[in-house]
Antibody, heavy 121, light 112 residues
């Protein structure tokens, strides 16, 4: 079945780095755009980053531009999020989510289980 | 950026009774192709979000028909005809018409 499995979360000090991974299975990964969406503790959902199916275009929410980098390896069916210069306000559960077939506006048809990132001294 | 505003933020409902959540966008969500990319998501306690409805009123596979979506332009509604215990959680509207995608604040549905 279609599945996304995130990993790589943990506890890191402010200014530190982490790399999240999202392993995809059950669909042709290389055909779909992919997103990262985060949820701070007790808060709502916030879109973070997007990468086109072929990696040719990447977009970020303003608050992470210059610090986070989204990438993918279609040969490994894996999505990544490299997070540098982490701040306390980056503390959240990070979900990867898949673009649907058809128009991108029908967004996030499949989600992973999430991985927790805690930025604390 | 498009701001999505949901109401109410908290919704206590008696089992078997209907429930309704409103979502308003700061701009029209009609895309140039004529479609309206307004989606609804459910997040049960301790779980990941799950898409329930896309393009205003299309239910995802496996979503019970007691869930329905309606609306146009800037005003949208998610209705549950008869609330069941498994419906407890937070519901989010989300627009995909304008970049970047944006979510409402969420509406917490609880059993009264």
């Amino acid at each position: 079945q279609v599945q996304l499995v995130e990993s790589g979360g943990g506890v890191v000090q402010p200014g530190g780095s982490l790399r999240l991974s999202c392993a995809a299975s059950g669909f042709i990964f290389s055909r779909y755009g992919m997103h990262w969406v985060r949820q701070a503790p007790g808060k709502g959902l916030e879109w973070v980053a997007f990468i086109r199916y072929d990696g040719s275009n990447k977009y970020y929410v303003d608050s992470v531009k210059g610090r986070f980098t989204i990438s993918r390896d279609n040969s490994k069916n894996t999505l990544y999020l490299q997070m540098n210069s982490l701040r306390v306000e980056d503390t959240a559960v990070y979900y990867c989510a898949k673009d649907p077939p058809g128009h991108q506006g029908d967004a996030f048809d499949i989600w992973g289980q999430g991985t927790m990132v805690t930025v604390s001294s | 950026d498009v701001v999505m505003t949901q109401s109410p933020l908290s919704l206590p409902v008696t089992l078997g009774q209907p429930a309704s959540i409103s979502c308003r966008s700061s701009q029209s969500l009609v895309y140039s192709d004529g479609n309206t990319y307004l989606n609804w998501f459910q997040q049960r306690p301790g779980q990941s979000p799950r898409r329930l409805i896309y393009k205003v009123s299309n239910r995802d596979s496996g979503v019970p028909d007691r869930f329905s979506g309606s609306g146009s332009g800037t005003d949208f509604t998610l209705k549950i005809s008869r609330v069941e215990a498994e419906d407890v959680g937070v519901y989010y509207c989300m627009q995909g018409t304008h970049w970047p995608p944006s979510f409402g604040q969420g509406t917490r549905l609880e059993i009264k």
